[in-house]
């Protein structure tokens, strides 16, 4: 048996015919960039995250980066972003000429761990990037609190978690504003790159949307030096087909987590947390731990089993952020994480039998 890490396959060819018509209404149109497509999934992706505001940008990056700029963060500010999560969170500080300052996650979760985020607050910090890594929201409430009381603003990335909640509320309207990618292997994945900004705040809707267009309120008229980040009409379309069954599709992957959490028995395997009543998890990821990673991995390889490792190099030690200064053991959570997680398969359309043969192969590592 050959099981991928993942596989876009069972929902792409369920949707087919949809997609097919969703690309002859926008070629028909000949309307390319910000056209109907577009304005109608900014309102039904809204409509979906509860939130009044949506706008569709180009990347997941290019969200972060626009909420930020929005927010005025500038030149020698700081921002507070998790020590493990994809190096995109800290790239949308860092171009906006502000520094991201590394606070390590819970081990359990993942998160951002909030008793560890005040000692970080200096006078020069303007925002908190909050990640719900792996579909599992942070801890909001605290973080909201701290932010309140230091009187900076909250920016959530919601790349990984379409459709999580936090205590029956879902993840995009529990901060000023939230990121979205809709890159191919979200849960809410486009055919190609794109990504949203959700929020309650018209101001900061209203600024996103102009600096990502230019910085133009309209055509020729510019208030902002901004630039092009705008979601690309075709994308829309895309989205729009595949966006009614985003909760079904998350449903699956809840279902094939509980056959992993219930048949995974291996002593050497540290298993995520699971979803329940205050926090639901969409698994965009299925993490494992184990102290032997690297073996794990070749081994289940060798089982014609699809792995991944996210993040194998934690953003402190990356060339990139050589400049930070910031030495290995530093934030040992994180660089734990990094030698010790490995994602299995976890997409819509596994069969019994694959996740049962994924679960017998975990369980035969010794």
Request: charged share 20%; aromatic share 10%.
């Amino acid at each position: 048996m050959n099981i991928p890490f993942a596989s876009f396959r069972p929902m792409h060819d369920a949707l087919r015919h949809e997609l097919d018509n969703a690309y002859n209404t926008v070629m028909d149109s000949s309307n390319f960039i910000q056209g109907q497509q577009c304005r109608l999934f900014e309102d039904e992706f809204a409509a979906y995250c509860g939130a009044n505001h949506c706008i569709g940008v180009a990347t997941g990056l290019d969200a972060l980066y626009l909420i930020l700029r929005a927010m005025e963060v500038g030149m020698d500010d700081e921002v507070i972003v998790p020590s493990n999560t994809y190096i995109a969170t800290a790239l949308a500080v860092t171009y906006t000429g502000a520094i991201p300052v590394f606070v390590e996650p819970e081990i359990q979760t993942y998160n951002i761990n909030p008793a560890l985020i005040e000692e970080k607050i200096t006078n020069k910090t303007k925002a908190i990037i909050v990640v719900h890594l792996q579909g599992r929201a942070a801890d909001m409430d605290e973080i909201n609190r701290i932010a309140q009381q230091h009187n900076i603003r909250v920016v959530e990335d919601a790349a990984q978690a379409h459709g999580t909640k936090y205590k029956c509320k879902k993840v995009g309207t529990l901060s000023d504003a939230a990121g979205f990618s809709f890159y191919p292997g979200k849960n809410l994945g486009a055919l190609g790159d794109g990504g949203a900004v959700v929020t309650n705040n018209k101001e900061i809707a209203d600024k996103v949307r102009a600096l990502g267009n230019y910085g133009s309120d309209y055509k020729y008229h510019h208030i902002y030096q901004g630039t092009n980040c705008r979601l690309d009409e075709m994308q829309a379309a895309f989205l729009r087909v595949k966006l009614p069954h985003l909760d079904k599709w998350n449903v699956a992957r809840q279902v094939i987590a509980e056959k992993y959490f219930a048949g995974i028995t291996n002593p050497l395997i540290t298993l995520p947390l699971a979803s329940n009543d205050e926090y639901l998890h969409i698994y965009h990821v299925f993490v494992i731990r184990c102290e032997r990673r690297d073996e794990l991995e070749h081994y289940l390889k060798e089982n014609s089993i699809g792995t991944a490792k996210h993040y194998p190099i934690p953003m402190h030690m990356q060339e990139a952020y050589k400049s930070l200064n910031i030495s290995e053991g530093a934030l040992p959570i994180a660089e734990k994480i990094s030698r010790s997680v490995l994602s299995i398969p976890m997409y819509y359309g596994m069969t019994d039998e694959e996740i049962q043969y994924v679960i017998d192969r975990l369980n035969g590592f010794n």
